[in-house]
């Protein structure tokens, strides 16, 4: 069985204020840059064989610390990006609230399209196929991918079975780590939302 080690990237001064999607330029503050030098410790015993990162600075800066840490190359995918917002990229979480779409989007993910973007539920079937590249390339290791919250919620709900529209119910906090092995006959989900030290 491949073991994943789901992280989201850690602090950026955007977070819980404004949708970053696939804004560029968007980096870890100092906090951030605290939480992935921490994230690296924590990781320490993981075993990490590869590590994979969203292409977006704020998921590269955050594998930085466990790459050296692990002595292995940042590989890029696209597909564990963020998920695509579209027209409400760069916009202020308070602005949104007040649109309809915004809160059909965050109440019906798996039909409600972003405006010039994608739904949750393109954004969960990249996540799961990349994810199935990646085991089929790393069988019986430990790999870390770090993503960001909506992608890794979507993996998380597609190997719990819970239907998308409820996976506001799953928190995945800044700079945490959720731990899935995936094998033939299906994955185990061993913890989600660590913020501490990781569960075996």
């Known amino acids: 069985m491949t073991r994943f080690l789901l ?4 602090m950026t001064d955007l977070v819980d204020k404004a949708v970053s999607g696939w804004t560029p330029g968007v980096h870890l503050n100092d906090e951030g840059r605290a939480q992935a030098a921490k994230l690296a410790e924590r990781l ?8 994979y990162s969203s292409p977006l600075e704020r998921a590269r800066e955050t594998a930085e ?9 940042v590989q ?11 027209e409400w990229t760069g916009r202020e979480l308070s602005d949104l609230n007040n649109e309809p779409l ?15 973007g994608e739904t949750q539920l393109e954004t969960q079937a990249r ?12 069988p019986s290791q430990t790999v870390a991918v770090v993503s960001h919250g909506d992608p890794i919620k979507s993996a998380i709900a597609y190997y719990a079975g ?6 506001h119910r799953i928190e995945i906090s800044v700079a945490s780590v959720s731990v899935v092995t995936v094998g033939d006959y299906g994955p185990r989900i061993v913890c989600v939302n660590n913020t501490g030290f990781i569960c075996r």
């Open 7 to 10: 992280i989201r990237h850690g």
């Open 44 to 51: 320490a015993g993981a075993e990490v064989k590869a590590i």
């Open 65 to 73: 610390p466990i790459s050296r840490r692990f002595g292995l190359e």
């Open 76 to 86: 890029i995918v696209e597909e564990v990006g963020e998920i695509v917002l579209g």
């Open 102 to 116: 915004w809160r059909r989007f965050n109440s019906l993910r798996s039909l409600t399209r972003a405006p010039g």
């Open 127 to 138: 996540m799961i196929a990349a994810l199935e590249r990646l085991r089929e390339r790393h």
């Open 162 to 167: 819970i239907a998308l529209d409820l996976f």
